[in-house]
């Protein structure tokens, strides 16, 4: 090898593990934060009375008793799958499955979570999406 390849070698591996130092520094859970602060303060606030009461961002709201989890939750809004008919883009009569939707809704790529122990005993868990999705009148994907 050359010593004008391997001088382009080397450089290449310093510029490459620059790159990587400096997106070391932010880690995955960094990021995340930033996603959960809102659902978690919102979360925070209900402990009082655990109402599921939605703020104005594009959330889904639960609330469940024992050691109720965000997992849990997700697990609930998409049980609603089957009263989701793609063809009418509508909730089948009677029935709830906005809160699919939203889980599954293609424009939305970022959630953010948040849990709170209500003065009751029961767990409310708050999931902000962004974009926010559920628009009327459009399909989820």
């Known amino acids: 090898m050359g010593l004008f390849n391997i001088s382009l070698l080397l450089t290449c591996l310093m510029v490459l593990a620059i790159f990587n130092s400096c997106d070391a520094q932010n880690s995955p859970q960094d990021y995340l934060a930033v996603h959960n602060d809102a659902p978690q303060n919102y979360a925070n606030l209900k402990t009082g009375d655990c109402n599921m009461i939605h703020s104005s961002a594009g959330e889904n709201?639960?609330?469940g008793s024992g050691d109720f989890t965000e997992r849990e939750a997700v697990q609930l809004w998409v049980a609603e799958k089957p009263n989701y008919n793609y063809g009418t883009n509508q909730c089948a009569s009677g029935k709830v499955c906005a809160?699919?939707?939203?889980?599954?809704?293609?424009n939305s790529v970022r959630l953010g979570c948040g849990r709170a122990h209500c003065n009751n005993g029961w767990w409310f868990i708050s999931c902000n999406y962004d974009p926010v999705g559920n628009w009327v009148g459009q399909c989820p994907y």
């Not at 809160?99 to 293609?106: A, G, I, S």
């Open 61 to 63: 709201l639960a609330k």
């Open 99 to 106: 809160h699919y939707t939203q889980v599954v809704w293609r």
